[in-house]
């Protein structure tokens, strides 16, 4: 890891000795994602190639907690029963050119580049029928954010041939996004132990890094549903979020576990790891307007500390010189501990 990686690192733990007095006696959970095509079918490492993050999702907070999601034009209005939270994270993402053997890429390929950030956020479930989710995210794009590090010192590691074209990668900026999206839990329907739901989600997305607006839907089939609203996945994509409610999990039924199908479609004005920096000339491709994704995956849980996930996503062509669609895997890890 390097000194910049150590950096955020830090500040995610020193937020939280900091953020520790709006908790009092709640429990937290710490969830880390990875998403790699490594964890998909015939993997072949390029573009969206490695993105990891650490996170911590806070207890339930009461409504006048220091750190409750405010009412921002009635975002987060109350509702008759309401589950109150809010995350920090620290990200990686890695992108990378199909032909990794070129030391001066194929332009009309993607460019390579790195987003090193920390994130905050807010959630709140309202009357288990709506879920509110609003981020920020700030840190480097370019050499800074570690990427060529992180890369080609893992492929050393297991003796795979290292990328030579980093050179060429996305130039230093500061770089960050505000981001919301709605949730809503519909035609849900129990069948014994079993239960069935849809749900809907809308959003956006603006910022130096992304901008565009969102669409989509999972539907799953399980038990234990009402706990939580999808599993978490870096975006852009379909979008779950940390959020896990082990309270609204039916009593003498621990195990949480269900399967899902979903889909996502996005209207992009900016990706920064298509279009290139934003001030300062660098390499870039001409994006596709219209990007939409397909996915599933199972998540299993058991009572309030365990939490898995797995997702497979497939993703069309998100520029116009690019040979056919992507994929690849999500894999998550939630556990509760207490602070």
Excluded: C
């Amino acid at each position: 890891m390097g000194k910049h990686s150590q950096g955020l690192a830090f500040a995610l733990f020193l937020g939280l000795g900091v953020l520790q007095p709006a908790l009092a006696d709640e429990v937290g959970r710490f969830t880390v994602i990875e998403e790699n095509d490594l964890f998909a079918p015939r993997n072949r490492d390029e573009h969206y190639t490695q993105g990891g993050r650490l996170g911590y999702f806070s207890g339930d907070l009461a409504p006048d907690a220091t750190l409750a999601p405010p009412n921002l034009w009635g975002l987060f209005d109350g509702g008759k029963e309401a589950s109150r939270h809010w995350e920090l994270s620290v990200e990686q993402d890695i992108f990378t050119p199909r032909n990794k053997r070129l030391t001066n890429p194929d332009p009309r390929d993607r460019p390579y580049a790195g987003w090193l950030h920390l994130g905050f956020g807010w959630i709140q479930d309202t009357d288990r029928r709506r879920l509110d989710h609003l981020g920020f995210e700030l840190g480097m794009v370019g050499p800074s954010s570690l990427a060529a590090q992180a890369q080609n010192r893992f492929h050393l590691a297991i003796d795979v041939a290292t990328a030579q074209g980093w050179a060429f990668q996305l130039h230093d900026e500061l770089a960050g996004t505000i981001d919301y999206e709605r949730h809503w839990r519909l035609a849900y329907h129990e069948m014994g132990s079993l239960a069935f739901d849809f749900i809907p989600e809308a959003g956006a997305t603006i910022g130096n890094v992304y901008d565009y607006a969102e669409a989509g839907g999972r539907i799953r089939f399980g038990r234990n549903l009402l706990a939580d609203y999808g599993p978490a996945r870096l975006g852009p994509g379909p979008n779950g979020t940390d959020y896990y409610n082990p309270s609204y999990i039916a009593e003498g039924l621990p195990i949480v576990a269900y399967g899902f199908l979903g889909t996502q479609g996005r209207l992009v004005g900016r990706n920064i790891f298509l279009d290139g920096n934003s001030f300062q000339a660098s390499r870039s491709v001409s994006k596709n307007l219209w990007v939409g994704d397909l996915e599933a995956g199972f998540v299993l849980g058991w009572q309030d500390w365990l939490r898995v996930s797995y997702s497979w996503l497939l993703r069309s062509q998100e520029f116009k010189h690019q040979q056919g669609p992507d994929h690849f895997g999500s894999l998550t890890l939630s556990v509760v501990l207490p602070l």
